[in-house]
């Protein structure tokens, strides 16, 4: 399990569009910083630390930047997150620059740990999808959703157990989630 609230946020802009062992070196290396798991001290770095020394990319620091902005503003409320339906729940954190659809169902599946979450246009959920379902080609991610939709009210447990499937089909290791 992912932590919720500000640090979980922080492991999805991480992983965005990277593979998960990148991501689990990138994570492992910057959640090691003093501070870069709070939004004030986040704020107070540097690109040089957090590109230089963390290993996130410019975008990613900006997106990282603009979670704790966020925070501090109250624009993002990790307390009432738990209380929200998921579709307002999605909304609530894609609403914060540099958190799409895929990263706030990413934190919603691993940290808030809801079970009807299918993050769309994840690319090793429709590989695996294809494989499973003997596609000729990867869904695309409105297919992937409207194929999940099936799977409701466990569409957790289906993107968990895709992913799984697709890490046996291609030989990937498992990356412990620190």
């Known amino acids: ?3 919720p609230g500000f640090p979980g946020l922080l492991r999805a802009i991480c992983g965005q569009q990277i593979s998960n062992q990148a ?7 910057f959640s090691a910083l003093p501070g870069a798991l709070e939004p004030a001290g986040l704020l107070a770095m540097d690109d040089a630390t957090l590109c230089g020394v963390a290993g996130l990319s410019r975008p990613k620091a900006a997106h990282a930047r ?3 902005t966020a925070c501090v503003e109250g ?6 997150l738990p209380g929200m339906p998921d ?8 609403a914060v620059k540099g958190l799409g659809p895929w990263s706030a169902a990413i934190h919603l599946l691993f940290a808030e740990q809801r079970p009807d979450i299918f993050p769309p246009g994840d690319a090793a959920l ?3 999808a294809a494989h499973l379902l ?4 990867r869904p695309g ?11 409701a009210p466990w569409r957790s447990l289906a993107a968990r157990l895709l992913w799984h499937h697709w890490r046996f089909v291609t030989g990937r290791a498992v990356v412990e989630d620190g």
């Not at 624009?75 to 009432?80: P, Y």
């Not at 991610?141 to 799977?151: F, G, H, Q």
């Open 1 to 3: 399990m992912r932590q």
């Open 126 to 128: 429709a590989a695996s």
């Open 75 to 80: 624009r993002l409320d990790f307390v009432a």
């Open 66 to 68: 603009s979670l704790a």
């Open 134 to 137: 003997g596609l000729e080609a």
């Open 141 to 151: 991610p409105k297919a992937l959703v409207t194929t999940a939709e099936r799977w």
């Open 23 to 29: 991501a689990a070196a990138i994570w492992k290396r």
């Open 87 to 94: 579709a307002e729940a999605l909304a609530h954190i894609a």
